[in-house]
Nanobody
Framework: QAQVVESGGGLVQAGGSLRLSCAASGRTFSSLAMGWFRQAPGKEREFVAAIGWNGATTYYGDSVKGRFTISRDNAKNTVYLQMNSLKPEDTAIYYC????????????????WGQGTQVTVSS
């Protein structure tokens, strides 16, 4: 089991940027696919982005494509989510998740989840 801890959330104005970080321990990080998901109040969890073990494969949700970038540093056991051109509709709790094996957009296939970090975008 991996322990997953997110950081970097906060309050930002529309059009601004934030970078989220996610540190994972307890498994060999370089063998993990990592994903970011978010959940806004009253809404279902939404896929944001995912990255394969070596960074060669990335996926993005349609609502963030072109604005968000996922990356990873295996030497630091950390994955990042750079969020630019933020909109009020990006307001949500952002969760980082890990799974051994192939990267996927499907949340239920991730086995280790963090507690989440709040991102609030004001208009």
């Amino acid at each position: 089991q991996a322990q997953v801890v997110e950081s970097g959330g906060g309050l930002v104005q529309a059009g601004g940027s934030l970078r989220l970080s996610c540190a994972a321990s307890g498994r060999t990080f370089s063998s993990l696919a990592m994903g970011w998901f978010r959940q806004a109040p009253g809404k279902e969890r939404e896929f944001v982005a995912a990255i394969g073990w070596n960074g060669a494969t990335t996926y993005y949700g349609d609502s963030v494509k072109g604005r968000f970038t996922i990356s990873r540093d295996n030497a630091k056991n950390t994955v990042y989510l750079q969020m630019n051109s933020l909109k009020p509709e990006d307001t949500a709790i952002y969760y980082c998740a890990a799974r051994p094996g192939v990267v996927t957009r499907i949340g239920k296939l991730y086995v280790d989840w963090g507690q989440g970090t709040q991102v609030t975008v004001s208009s």
